[in-house]
Each structure stands twice: as structure tokens, then as C-alpha cells.
């Protein structure tokens, strides 16, 4: 168990519907990051927050939006959903989030099914 | 072009044996950092050891050592005794970057199979 938790576990919803993703990170870790996990594109890095601002962006669709709250939980939201949207979405954490060096621990994961 | 290459799809190994899987990168940042990780099937994903390009010595965390050839630009990981429940998917992921941000990014992976 690496201490970051991801709620729900599965989610399984329609085209053009939105959903949220939730994810606590480590005890004591700031920085967050949102990951996607499919087939055809493999693990994609998404977005940075690191202690409740944006750190650095990946491929993140501008359908899809996230923030970090004062309490450093973060969430994901993703909007008019597509059946390409369907995938394993991990959140992740570390200490800081502002070198190389940073090493992220992994939540479980969301898996979002897009019907 | 590929910044992480794993250029092993699958992999079989015989229980008790050690076995390599390979990882190249490609950056010319001086500063990075190299990780591996484990992928079961259960989907998690499992932080297994890290290298800093800057390390003159390669890491060892238990049974997974990294090494580490700069020259090449490759940080193959070594399971050495490889037991049942090493059957999973191996990433090995780049982060490089600089204040303006940095990026991790993941290779393809490796499916390993432990034969008993």
C-alpha cells in the first residue's frame, strides 16, 4: 500500500457525461500528478499540482480540468466524455515535485469505462 | 522520438534465475532521474528503485539492481532470484526537465513471466 488512495475504484458512464476523480495523496507529500493509462497510448502524464498550483502540464485535453485543494487532495475532472476517454487513470505523489529526483508513489488507480 | 525505450515486449524467465530487462533513454539534460516500475496484474503500480544521473554507483534496492551505463544512455534492470510474484509489467520511466517543470515519462514496458 503506498499511502496515496484513488476513490472510485471503477466508474462506468456515458458519452458526452462528466465525472470527478479523487485522490489523497501520501501523509506530508505536496505535489500530485495525474496520470492515464490505456492501450494504443500507454502511461501519459497528464498534470502537476504542488501544494495547490499547477506545476507542469503534459497532454492534458482541454476537456479534462484538475485542481489541489488547501488540504493537498486533488481531483480530476473530466467532461464530455468520449469512448476514447475509457482507461486506467492514476493519481500519484511525492515529497516535493520541483527536481529530477523526485520519486512518485502510485494510488490504485480509477478505471473509467466510457459507454 | 521515443525518450524511453524498452525494447522487450515479453520476457520468460526460469524461477531462481536473474534476468535483465533492458531500458534505453534519450535526453540531453544533464540532470535526470531514472525509475522502474512494477505493474501486477491487480494494476497498481509499484515504485521499485531509482538512479540519478549524477550517481557514480548503481542503485540496489533487495533483490533489483539498476545499471547504469551513461555513455550507452541505458538503465537496465536486474531481478536477480526471480520468484513467482515478479510476473508483471515492468516500466521503466524518465523524469527530466528544469524549473519551469519537469516531466516524467514511461517507456512501453515489459510483460516478464516467471516459469516454476
Known amino acids: 500500500d503506498s499511502g496515496v488512495t484513488q476513490t472510485p475504484k471503477h466508474l462506468i458512464t456515458a458519452t458526452g457525461q462528466r465525472v470527478t476523480l479523487r485522490c489523497s495523496p501520501r501523509?506530508?507529500?505536496?505535489?500530485v500528478y495525474w496520470y492515464q493509462q490505456s492501450l494504443d497510448q500507454g502511461l501519459q502524464f497528464l498534470i502537476q499540482?504542488?501544494?495547490?498550483?499547477?506545476?507542469a502540464k503534459g497532454n492534458i485535453l482541454e476537456r479534462f480540468s484538475a485542481q489541489q485543494f488547501p488540504d493537498l487532495h486533488s481531483e480530476l475532472n473530466l467532461s464530455s466524455l468520449e469512448l476514447g476517454d475509457s482507461a486506467l487513470y492514476f493519481c500519484?505523489?511525492?515529497?516535493?515535485?520541483?527536481?529530477?529526483?523526485?520519486?512518485?508513489?502510485f494510488g490504485p488507480g480509477t478505471r473509467l469505462t466510457v459507454l | 522520438a521515443q525518450k524511453i525505450t524498452q525494447t522487450q515486449p515479453g520476457m520468460f524467465v526460469q524461477e531462481k534465475e536473474a534476468v535483465t530487462l533492458d531500458c534505453t533513454y534519450d535526453?540531453?539534460?544533464?540532470?535526470?532521474?531514472l525509475f522502474w516500475y512494477k505493474q501486477p496484474s491487480s494494476g497498481e503500480m509499484i515504485f521499485l528503485i531509482y538512479?540519478?544521473?549524477?550517481?557514480?554507483q548503481n542503485a540496489t534496492e533487495g533483490r533489483y539492481s539498476l545499471n547504469f551505463q551513461k555513455a550507452r544512455k541505458s538503465a537496465n534492470l536486474v531481478i536477480s532470484a526471480s520468484q513467482l510474484g515478479d510476473s508483471a509489467m515492468y516500466f521503466c520511466?524518465?523524469?527530466?526537465?528544469?524549473?519551469?517543470?519537469?516531466?516524467?515519462?514511461f517507456g512501453a514496458g515489459t510483460r516478464l513471466f516467471v516459469k516454476a
Open positions: 500519484a505523489s511525492s515529497p516535493a515535485g520541483g527536481s529530477s529526483t523526485d520519486t512518485q508513489y
Open positions: 501523509s506530508g507529500d505536496l505535489s
Open positions: 499540482y504542488y501544494n495547490g498550483e499547477e506545476r
Open positions: 535526453t540531453s539534460d544533464p540532470s535526470y532521474g
Open positions: 538512479q540519478g544521473s549524477y550517481d557514480q
Open positions: 520511466a524518465m523524469r527530466e526537465g528544469s524549473t519551469g517543470g519537469f516531466k516524467t515519462i
